[in-house]
């Protein structure tokens, strides 16, 4: 058997993943609000979520509210993974079921190595000559340029593990982005955008090295994205996996990246406005501590417990950190 083999049959479980460094400080810890943002993210682009989302969305009350159903589908799809685990339904696995009870805690780490590629969070990689920070994400029609801020682990029962990339976008605007006559894409990283939606699946990420704009100077750099050829699972050549601390040669990191205070100041200073990631996924608030009312089986399945009720054994307490 292959090293590594995923154990839990989930399309966003992924055995490719692999965390490394020293926990982050509780400064990086993920609050609650974040938490339950970042497991409603991961319910929303789950391939295996999708039967769930679509006959939610076809329920007369939802009658096709994006708002309305960002808003309750968890709670459902939490409800509906208790009720059906006996009916023998081929949408249900024991995996939904896991995934439905959120995370149990939620690490952050300050690296990650992804198919052997290793990527390196913004704030450890400004102390280091190598750069490995810079993060692509496709959209639907649009590329979202970024820096790696911090990578999540979201830990569910049974020790089920998702990865996620926690990003700090750069404004995709058209004064932001611009492209020369070499299809070179410069891009102003003084500027941030998306803020309230930093979350994407760490094994879609495409690795970047922003290099200095001589012509432009200042903030603008040209992203050059990573393309790693002729990768192979270690295990299947028989070789030892490097240990996600040791450095491979990269290109001299580029310098002058803004941090996050001078960016913030900047988008207060020009009146620039937060967006949303324009993917399948629409961003919701969501209230960890609204509740609801538990009636009957046929009401459940329209009215169901809040998303952190203590239906079971809850670890929150070490959600965010631990020493």
């Known amino acids: 058997m ?3 083999a995923p154990r839990f049959n989930l399309s966003i479980v992924s055995s490719d993943v692999e965390v490394g460094g020293a926990r982050l400080s509780a400064e990086y810890a993920l609050s609650d609000e ?3 943002i970042a497991h409603w993210w991961v319910l929303i682009n789950c391939e295996e979520v999708k039967y769930w989302k679509e006959l939610h969305l076809s329920f007369p009350e939802v009658d096709g509210d994006l708002e309305y159903h960002n808003m309750t589908f968890a709670n459902y ?4 993974m208790d009720m059906i685990k006996s ?41 280091r000559r190598t750069q490995n920070s810079g993060v692509m994400a496709k959209g639907h029609g649009l590329d979202y340029y970024g820096v790696l801020h911090s990578v999540v682990e979201l830990v569910y029962a049974e020790g089920m593990k998702v990865h996620l990339f926690k990003c700090r976008w750069f404004d995709t605007g058209a004064q932001s982005m611009k492209m020369d006559q070499y299809s070179n894409l410069s891009v ?21 090295f922003y290099l200095d704009d001589l012509v432009k100077g200042d ?11 002729n990768i192979y699972r270690a295990a299947t050549l028989g070789l030892t996996i490097p240990g996600p601390e ?31 990631r324009d993917e ?44």
């Open 219 to 229: 903030a603008w750099k040209i992203a050059n994205i990573v393309h790693p050829r």
């Open 188 to 208: 102003n990283t003084a500027t941030s955008a998306y803020e309230d939606d930093p979350f994407v699946f760490a094994t879609t990420v495409k690795q970047v």
């Open 87 to 127: 009916d023998d339904n081929p949408n249900w696995s024991h995996e939904l079921l896991l995934l439905a009870m959120q995370p149990q805690r939620a690490r952050v780490y300050p690296t990650c190595t992804v198919n052997v590629v290793k990527f390196v969070s913004e704030e450890r990689d400004n102390r």
């Open 246 to 276: 040791a450095d491979a040669y990269q290109e001299p990191n580029a310098v002058g990246i803004h941090d996050v205070a001078t960016v913030r100041d900047n988008n207060v200073k020009h009146g620039r406005v937060l967006r949303i």
């Open 77 to 80: 799809f939490r409800t509906w």
């Open 280 to 323: 399948d996924s629409t961003f919701i608030d969501v209230d960890p501590n609204e509740e609801t009312n538990d009636d009957s089986d046929d009401e459940l399945r329209h009215r169901l417990p809040d998303i952190n009720s203590d239906t079971e054994e809850d670890s929150s307490d070490d959600s965010d950190y631990e020493p």
């Open 34 to 36: 974040e938490i339950a």
């Open 2 to 4: 292959e090293e590594h």
